[in-house]
């Protein structure tokens, strides 16, 4: 955008009359910067300001509105620098030159690709109709495709006569008349204006298309769409590139209009070419993009793509929490639950209808994460199946009680039992694939039956208070006695906190992974030890523990882990980290901080705030992650939540040091174009004396094995001399560990190249 939302703020009537929807001005006016919302939300802005902003918040491409779609609005040329805000529209073609028989089948092929995916319903959107010469004719065939129900019509002819009787015929249905070039589009443009439609403007070349176009905006008609078609294949490209450039790269809103691309004009019916570049021009940058038909087989691959490049990275893809019946099941067969992350969701349904056998699919709200992922959070666990159990009644919706959760979160059973003592809860396979077997061999019923006998009668349980204090004998009396062993180094070098040396967050003690995730469950210290050596001999400061929800026994577990790490390890400084806030405060309670304060990992500006107060409470560090309801979009919305949290501990009593503000290290793969927002954020907590961290690896998640090291090594350099502090690593990286030493030296922090060979 032009403008920022400060500027904006400067501009605005500062009344925080949340009229507009927004707790305050500030915040309406950041999302004003960010194009979320409009300027005309608010009724208190002066007539000259909102011209003023509206000019300097438009895109360079206009959005021009086609029947229930949107088309344009762009402000890049790639996906990887900014989320694509309107998804390009697929058309099929109908031409007088065919006979009925084919206008039939045609109209037919249409309808019957209409299917969801991803909670977005795929179709074919537009019929492109084709004058070929017949004027009777294309009226009638206009006439046919406008009543296709949900789609949009094209009326594609040069003749402004025809085109008069084309748009009388079927102006309802709000058509795009493709007809205006530099000898009609007088013409063509009192008809469109006259009927309100959006007029497709072609020419020879890019010049006489310029020309034309900008003949018609002084006519006063920006509702426009351009066809951008040529002879050939290399020039149409070149033109649908050279026109996003024009208008996003060099500022010439003549070409800042969305795009039509007819590929039957080019392929002369040869599906796989048209195939190949449908899918060339969802990329680059077909608007509307013509094929001569679309069916499943064309349909399948191409919506995919373009799902994948419409679909904001920063925000998870999700599927609506909900039943949903697969293979016609019923109130009479069992139910399978697993979480709302779309890829998730397909591969797991697709493998159940695969079986053939009748399930009903629970899906659970888990913001979007896979299912490890969203149990280590804390946003898949016992209370969330129950909290959806009770929301969506599926009680009385099913009459069958098995329930099939899934394999990696086998740790849940005893917690979701107890939540759902009705039910029989089984655990499933711990890939999709495996499930067609499972559910054929019956392997659900064998196991909820033997579920069904094993209960025990029900025992009259105390209601827990949540607010309650903790009773720390009770927890200290209830985990398995701690036993130093003897083969393993006790030793820990003190960290001296003053030093300016970069603090390394060891990482490798998490839930998520399959061997630690056993330890937890059954108390086993012998894994947990071995990475913790593993971590402190790398040169690890702290080591982070990560015990997921652990709604069950948080407050054991932890205090059984801290106990174990710090006994075995000379008071190894630990992260505590898990969404089970009472989880942390029993890990403080045993905490010895001889040789440095507890970490709290982590609080955010939003549903996780209270977690400062834990922290300022019990004298600890804690993580801050920069975000609220989901990744900021800009370093503004970054240092707004991070001036909030620091608001918030320093008047608790919290000394700025002990809050360590993380900016979220994104994927490179697809957000290659936020690192340096995070990079540039990461300097501004330095210029204001902030302390900073974050989970580095993040930024190399999904690329090749081999790649990983290198981008994990070369964003710590970077971060390093912006001014990152600290961060949480995989210390058995050989390669990160000799990087960080190298900046500590050239950073000055320790003295001379050979502190490489302390230990």
């Not at 591969?347 to 490890?372: C, F, H, Q």
């Not at 006790?490 to 839930?511: L, N």
């Amino acid at each position: 955008m032009a403008v920022k939302g400060l500027d904006i703020f400067k501009l605005s009537p500062k009344k925080n009359c949340k009229e507009c929807g927004v707790p305050t001005c500030m915040a309406f006016c950041m999302k004003v910067a960010q194009g979320a919302v409009s300027i005309d939300k608010c009724p208190y802005f002066s007539d000259d300001a909102k011209a003023m902003l509206n000019e300097q918040t438009a895109p360079p491409m206009k959005t021009v509105t086609v029947g229930e779609h949107k088309l344009g609005g762009e402000t890049v040329m790639m996906r990887h620098e900014k989320t694509l805000v309107n998804r390009n529209l697929f058309a099929a073609t109908l031409c007088t030159c065919m006979d009925d028989a084919t206008v039939e089948a045609r109209l037919e092929g249409i309808k019957k690709v209409d299917y969801e995916r991803i909670g977005e319903r795929e179709m074919v959107e537009c019929v492109f109709v084709h004058d070929a010469g017949d004027s009777a004719k294309f009226v009638e065939l206009c006439k046919k495709a406008a009543a296709l129900p949900d789609r949009t019509v094209i009326i594609d002819t040069k003749d402004v006569e025809t085109a008069k009787a084309a748009v009388e015929a079927i102006k309802d249905n709000k058509p795009i008349l493709n007809g205006a070039n530099k000898d009609t589009f007088a013409a063509m443009n009192e008809i469109a204006k006259a009927a309100g439609l959006v007029l497709g403007v072609s020419g020879a070349d890019l010049s006489e298309l310029h020309d034309t176009v900008a003949e018609l905006e002084k006519a006063g008609n920006k509702n426009l769409i351009l066809d951008v078609t040529a002879s050939t294949i290399k020039e149409t490209f070149a033109n649908a590139v050279l026109v996003r450039r024009s208008a996003i790269k060099d500022g010439d809103k003549t070409f800042g209009y969305p795009s039509i691309v007819n590929l039957g004009v080019l392929c002369n019916h040869d599906e796989h070419l048209e195939t190949a570049l449908a899918a060339m021009f969802v990329v680059k940058y077909g608007s509307i993009i013509v094929m001569d038909k679309v069916g499943y087989a064309e349909a399948l691959p191409l919506y995919g793509l373009r799902q994948n490049i419409f679909t904001d990275p920063q925000k998870p893809m999700k599927v609506a929490p909900g039943i949903y019946p697969v293979n016609g099941a019923g109130p009479d067969d069992p139910c399978a639950l697993t979480v709302d992350f779309a890829l998730t969701y397909f591969l797991v349904s697709g493998e159940l209808e695969r079986s053939k056998v009748p399930v009903n699919l629970l899906i659970t709200d888990a913001s979007g994460m896979s299912v490890l992922t969203a149990w280590a959070a804390g946003k898949f666990s016992s209370t969330s199946v129950k909290k959806f159990f009770d929301e969506f009644d599926v009680a009385s919706k099913i009459n069958n009680r098995t329930l099939i959760i899934p394999g990696k979160v086998a740790v849940m059973k005893g917690e979701i039992q107890d939540k759902l003592p009705e039910w029989n809860v089984v655990v499933g396979t711990r890939e999709a694939v495996e499930l067609v077997k499972y559910l054929r061999d019956g392997e659900h019923i064998k196991a909820a039956e033997a579920a069904a006998a094993s209960k025990k009668p029900a025992e009259a349980k105390k209601v827990v208070d949540a607010d309650a204090p903790l009773d720390f004998e009770k927890i200290a009396a209830s985990i398995p006695a701690i036993k130093i062993r003897d083969d393993l180094d006790a030793h820990y070098k003190q960290r001296d906190p003053e030093s300016p040396k970069f603090v390394t967050i060891g990482e490798r003690i998490h839930c998520i992974s399959p061997v630690i995730r056993e330890a937890m469950a059954t108390f086993n210290p012998d894994p947990i030890l071995e990475r913790a050596a593993q971590q402190i001999k790398a040169g690890a400061t702290y080591l982070d523990v990560n015990i997921g929800p652990a709604e069950s026994n948080g407050p054991e577990l932890m205090t059984w882990a801290v106990k174990l790490l710090q006994e075995n390890f000379n008071n190894v400084p630990l992260a505590l980290d898990t969404a089970n806030k009472k989880a942390i405060e029993a890990g403080i309670k045993v905490y010895n901080r001889t040789n440095g304060k507890p970490i709290v990992n982590s609080a955010d500006a939003g549903s996780r705030i209270s977690n400062i107060d834990l922290a300022a409470a019990n004298d600890a560090i804690v993580i801050a992650l920069c975000s609220a309801d989901g990744i900021a979009k800009d370093n503004e919305e970054r240092m707004m939540h991070c001036h909030h949290m620091l608001e918030r501990g320093l008047s608790l009593g919290m000394d700025a040091s002990d809050l360590w503000f993380d900016p979220l290290f994104l994927v490179v793969k697809g957000m290659q174009d936020k690192q340096m927002d995070v990079l540039n954020a990461i300097k501004m907590f330095a210029d204001e004396g902030l302390k900073s961290t974050g989970g580095l690896s993040n930024n190399s998640n999904g690329a090749p094995k081999a790649v990983r090291p290198i981008l994990d090594s070369t964003l710590v350099a970077m971060a390093m001399m912006q001014g990152l502090t600290s961060a949480i690593v995989n210390p058995n990286d050989l390669r990160l560990m000799e990087t960080i030493k190298s900046c500590d030296i050239f950073k000055n922090h320790v003295l001379y190249s050979d502190s490489y060979l302390d230990e």
